[in-house]
């Protein structure tokens, strides 16, 4: 059996520790601040044995070094995370499986934020981490990839069965849902959900973890396809609506 812990670091990260019974083993899945980290697992009597880096930026891979030093931790990780801090141990990509004691995790590809972001996702438990890939109600930041490959790797999430956890690692649903009801405004899940999510965030409370089949029917992004004609875009390829629509959120002002 294993165990997720999730708590809020900087501004609006999310940090997780994976606990797994049979083997004592704590993987932290990615590292945005190495003491409250560290603090966490202590209070639950764990020792940090793995950490699994989602991408390279500082507040996913910034703690590798402090926790490593700490720890002993075995880093696993895609190659750009050596752009950074501490290189990974391994360097894992789409096809590579990863183990927390008996546990597996398959690595995906979803590159677009970065060029080499990597998902983990534990089919057996129906969970997957997905970094700053999918965010409730939104995606990444286009920093690196194109939009061809970024759809392409919000398509491969969405293959997932609807019933997945999904552990994004950032606090933005609320401004998301904003977007997300400019988009999509005659949708009665998001209409639903933006009003959920607006009393959670009013006590302070986490949107995260978010499940597969809500996000599927209410993330603009992953309903990229569907919003096509409302974007002036029909008969245009899926990638060219998420295109339009990650452009748009970039100059969005709610
Ligand atoms: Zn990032
Ligand atoms: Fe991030």
């Given at each position: 059996m294993i165990h997720i812990r999730q708590f809020l670091v900087l501004d609006d990260n999310y940090a997780f520790l994976i606990h797994d019974d049979a083997s004592g083993e704590t993987a932290?899945?990615?590292t945005p601040d190495a003491d409250a980290i560290l603090s966490a697992a202590a209070r639950e009597g764990w020792t940090i044995t793995q950490i699994w880096n989602t991408h390279w930026h500082p507040d996913h891979a910034g703690g590798n070094a402090a926790i490593k030093a700490a720890t002993g931790a075995f880093i696993t990780g895609p190659q750009e995370v050596t752009r950074i801090g501490h290189a990974p141990d391994r360097i894992v990509d789409e096809g590579d499986t990863v183990t927390l004691g008996?546990?597996?995790?398959?690595?995906?590809?979803?590159?677009?934020?970065?060029?080499g972001h990597i998902a983990y996702v534990l089919d057996a438990e129906r969970v997957a981490f997905v970094g700053?890939?999918?965010?409730?109600?939104?995606c990444g930041k286009m920093f690196e990839g194109t939009a061809p490959q970024f759809w392409d790797s919000l398509t491969k999430l969405a293959a997932l069965h609807d019933d997945f956890t999904l552990y994004c690692a950032h606090e933005y649903t609320e401004?998301?849902?904003?977007?997300?009801?400019?988009?999509?405004?005659?949708?009665?899940?998001?209409?639903?959900?933006?009003?959920?999510i607006a009393a959670l965030r009013a006590e302070?409370?986490?949107?995260?973890?978010m499940t597969l089949g809500r996000e599927k029917a209410t993330n603009p992004f992953l309903r990229a396809p569907l919003l096509k004609a409302s974007l002036g875009l029909a008969g245009q390829p899926d990638h060219a609506a998420f295109a339009a629509l990650r452009e748009g959120k970039n100059t969005f002002r709610g």
């Open positions: 932290a899945v990615d008996a546990h597996a995790a398959r690595v995906l590809n979803v590159g677009g934020h970065t060029l700053d890939a999918l965010f409730s109600l939104g401004g998301n849902a904003k977007y997300a009801l400019h988009v999509d405004p005659d949708n009665a899940d998001l209409l639903a959900r933006a009003a959920e302070k409370k986490p949107t995260v973890p």
